[in-house]
């Protein structure tokens, strides 16, 4: 899809997408609780009587949480996934293993759990550790332990001749499938998240700058304190999250098909243009993002990761191609859906149109906001309106103030 392709952009559908963004933010309390579970769980580590405490545990939020790209879960049976990464701070490579690293997190967690009275089980992941909250909390959080490595990934990039400007808070993490994962080695795998979420801001600082500013002006602040990040909302930010509930729909029952989130909001944050309107920053990046895939010295594709351009976001792709298919066909799909949104101006072919994306009750929702903004009723039509030519032909009821939405 080349740029002389992005489609027309009726008013309509510019307030819908608007509309749309904003149903799928999540409750402000989600992200409290979030910063509340991580933060709880960082204090719990550098506690006087905690077995780590001299290794200054440092615990800081990852993932979707920490770049505002969170969704909420397609059912009430999912849950809300907080990532976040246990720094220790005074241990180096040379003087642990992986799986004792590991280990030292685990008692922590347990006695942590224990302490909180929480029921239900730590559970090993292949990176990670994973705590489940009780039901009506609705999230776990997957808990990664790592040791700096800033100093070793600067030195590597610039002896390569990459930009190692974000490297500094590269970290080693913890792999069970690791071939080093039981003995002391300096092979370790590598993450950088908060690098990743560094390059993630200056994408959008202009307009998170404004947002902050207009914010400011109409004096919402957390009492005394600065303004939450998750409280600013960026164009950018919007947008992934469409793109994100749009491929979870088409991949319901298909979840190890479906691409990657890491991939789809660095494809889309690298195509970003600072546009300040959702609808604008979505089909920019529908139309750009798949130009920033490259390809690597073997001939496979690449999609580095910004903060450590060592790293391919697409290295499985090599091996199964399937899941570089898999992108394209989503692409198509989201480039026409949207497309087909973008040039109506009847609301309701509009819900309609975007029920095939997005799912009927996030569009249905979208529906009764772009109503109630517009003071107008919430039924639209008796029955579906099929056609452009249609809307303007049929008898609509409404009440109210008897305009159309």
């Known amino acids: 899809m080349n740029v002389h392709l992005r489609p027309t952009i009726t008013p309509e559908a510019d307030e819908v997408l608007e509309d749309l963004a904003k149903e799928l933010e999540i409750p402000e309390r989600r992200y409290e609780q979030a910063e509340t579970s991580y933060k709880s769980l960082g204090d719990w580590l ?70 909180k009275n929480m029921i239900k089980p730590l559970e090993e992941h292949r990176r990670c ?16 332990p790592g040791i700096p490595s ?3 990934l600067t030195q590597l990039l610039k002896t390569r001749g990459f930009d190692a400007s974000l490297a500094e808070t590269a970290i080693s993490i913890t792999d069970n499938r690791h ?18 979420l560094k390059w993630f801001l200056t994408r959008m600082a202009k307009v998170h700058d404004k947002r902050k500013q207009e914010l400011l002006q109409k004096g919402v602040r957390a009492g005394t304190e600065p303004i939450p990040d998750y409280r600013i909302r960026t164009p950018l930010q919007y947008a992934i ?20 989130s890491i991939i789809l909001t ?9 546009e300040e309107k959702i609808a604008e920053a979505l089909f920019v990046i529908l139309t750009k993002m798949d130009s920033f895939i490259g390809t690597a010295a073997d001939g496979s594709r690449l999609i580095a990761n910004p903060s450590d351009p060592l790293e391919n976001f697409a290295d499985k792709w090599k091996e199964h191609s399937e899941r570089e298919t898999e992108f394209h066909n989503w692409l198509r799909k989201a480039r026409a859906d949207f497309a087909a949104v973008a040039q109506l101006s009847n609301k309701q072919l509009i819900t309609e149109q975007l029920a095939k994306g997005v799912g009927a009750d996030i569009a249905d929702r979208t529906r009764r906001r772009s109503a109630t903004r517009l003071s107008t009723p919430a039924l639209l039509t008796a029955g579906l309106v099929r056609s452009e030519a249609q809307a303007r032909t049929s008898a609509v009821r409404i009440e109210g103030d008897r305009r159309n939405a």
């Open 266 to 274: 660095t494809l889309a944050a690298h195509s970003y243009e600072g």
């Open 46 to 115: 550098n506690r006087p009587e905690s077995t780590i405490r001299q290794y200054d545990p440092q615990v800081h939020v990852q993932g979707s949480f920490g770049l505002g790209t969170v969704t909420p879960p397609l059912t009430a049976d999912e849950h809300y996934d907080i990532d976040a990464v246990c720094e220790f701070r005074r241990l180096t490579k040379n003087e642990t293993t992986q799986a004792n690293l590991k280990r030292l997190l685990e008692i922590e967690m347990r006695l942590y759990a224990r302490s």
């Open 150 to 152: 800033g100093g070793e």
């Open 179 to 196: 071939p080093h994962y039981q003995i002391v080695a300096a092979d370790w795998q590598r993450s950088n998240p908060r690098g990743y």
């Open 241 to 260: 999250m469409i793109l994100k509930r749009h491929r979870d729909i088409m991949y319901i029952g298909r979840s190890d098909d479906k691409p990657i």
């Open 129 to 144: 550790w994973r705590q489940a909250y009780a039901n009506e909390a609705q999230f776990h959080m997957d808990v990664t």
